[in-house]
């Protein structure tokens, strides 16, 4: 039996509704009330409780799939680079040439450049230790310092290449990579810049502190150099970024070339970042090994299952197939840039995923660009955009990157809806304003 919009609308709201419930009253794992509301929306679309529990285990399987060792290995690293005092060296040095006044902004503009080559989700990981050692230093809430570096991580991902979800847009629409890229960079600062000022502004009424479960800092150690300190940051995002830039077109490379894009692998790389970390401290003791290992597979662990049930969550909603009905339920010959914007929005917010929210509005959109009048170059292009904008909001419980800022900076559920999940709101609402502006000029 098909479902109606209004009513899909409704088993969305109500699963999000129960997740934000059993988490922040009744104080529900996440894991779990991800599970119930995986199976409450999964029955109510009504499949069989035998299909509910496919659809859970694909979904959940896949982000592990994508995301499973890179969590484990960037945790490790942050476990090493908090233990060797390499990220207070990092941050010493980053608030004495800023000061504590534009952390903030620091980690936002940070976050945008590390993400132009790389997932947002690495970056928060590969950076998350920075993060908690600049908030320690300067006092600012853990809050702030998040989400901040989480929307100028975010800011770029939606919306310009190398990134799978913008480029696969592109190549579905048909708009010029190089032009993407260049209007890509020019909407994402207003993006960051309003993620970033939304993240003081609603970081300051929020009260959190940053939670002890990390092993302390060497007590006997001096701290590395502050090369040495870096290394193990920058050269994974070195090399990711550099196999992100080769892949960006058809060309196969050979020798050399191929190496480079095997130590761009994240995987590969966040393991380069690990040997690195190593060699942050001078002499090791085997049990300081061994308990900084075993400490960063458990952490990774209560992780992991929390990040899959997301996925899983996202995977039903996918199955609700809300972006077909919404594309058949409005008149669309006056819409223009809204209508994939909004697409993308109702996508993105259903499964979680920018990047599936993106690639799914533009092959629905394509045989409608005529329709909506953007059938030219120029059209093509701000439709792109569009729909990077819609691919940024809402994004809360279903989208693993979600979970990964929250459990790599210790925020609880309702801090991250108040302020992360709403910030991307505005980010998205920027976006498509400075799209419209530039439907006017171009």
Not at 431 to 437: L, P, S
Request: hydrophobic letters at 50%.
């Amino acid at each position: 039996m098909t479902k109606s919009l209004p009513y899909i609308l409704t088993l969305l709201i109500v699963g999000i509704a129960l997740i934000v419930l059993l988490t922040t009253k009744y104080k529900v794992p996440a894991f779990f009330a991800l599970f119930l509301a995986c199976l409450v929306v999964g029955l109510g679309i009504g499949l069989p409780l035998a299909g509910v529990i496919t659809v859970v285990k694909d979904g959940f399987g896949n982000i592990l799939k994508s995301l499973g060792l890179i969590i484990v290995l960037g945790t490790t690293l942050g476990l090493l680079l908090e233990y060797t005092g390499s990220t207070t060296i990092m941050a010493t040095y980053l608030l004495k040439k800023l000061g504590n006044r534009y952390a903030p902004l620091a980690m936002s503009i940070t976050g945008f450049v590390v993400g132009l080559p790389i997932f947002c989700d690495s970056g928060f990981i590969v950076l998350s230790g920075l993060n908690r050692s600049m908030a320690k230093r300067t006092g600012i809430s853990i809050t702030t310092m998040s989400v901040s570096l989480a929307t100028g991580l975010y800011a770029v991902h939606c919306l310009v290449p190398p990134h799978p979800g913008s480029s696969a847009a592109a190549a579905t629409i048909g708009v010029d990579f190089g032009k993407l890229i260049l209007m890509g960079i020019v909407v994402a600062i207003p993006a960051m810049v309003v993620g970033n000022l939304w993240a003081k502004y609603a970081g300051k009424k929020t009260a959190d502190a940053l939670s002890d479960d990390v092993i302390a800092i060497d007590p006997a150690g001096k701290g590395p150099s502050l090369i040495n300190a870096c290394l193990p940051v920058f050269i994974p995002i070195i090399l990711i970024g550099i196999k992100s830039f080769l892949t960006t077109g058809t060309a196969v490379y050979h020798g050399w070339a191929s190496w480079l894009l095997s130590l761009g692998d994240p995987v590969i790389a966040l393991l380069i970042g690990v040997l690195l970390a190593f060699n942050c401290k001078r002499s090791w003791k085997k049990n300081e090994i061994s308990k900084i290992l075993q400490e960063a597979t458990e952490k990774a662990g209560g992780i992991l299952v929390i990040i899959g049930m997301g996925g899983a969550f996202g995977a039903i909603l996918t199955a609700t197939k809300i972006g077909e009905h919404f594309s058949q339920s409005l008149a669309l010959g006056s819409m223009g840039i809204f209508f994939p914007f909004l697409l993308t929005s109702v996508l993105k917010t259903a499964q979680g995923s920018s990047t599936v929210a993106i690639i799914t509005a533009a092959s629905l959109v394509l045989p409608l660009l005529p329709v909506l009048g953007l059938n030219t170059e120029t059209g093509k292009l701000l439709c792109v955009l569009a729909m990077g904008g819609g691919s940024m909001m809402i994004s809360h419980a279903n989208d693993a990157y979600f979970w990964v800022i929250a459990k790599f900076s210790g925020l609880e559920m309702k801090t991250m809806l108040k302020v992360y999940s709403t910030g991307t709101i505005l980010m998205g609402l920027t976006t498509i304003t400075m799209v419209y502006i530039l439907s006017k000029l171009l």
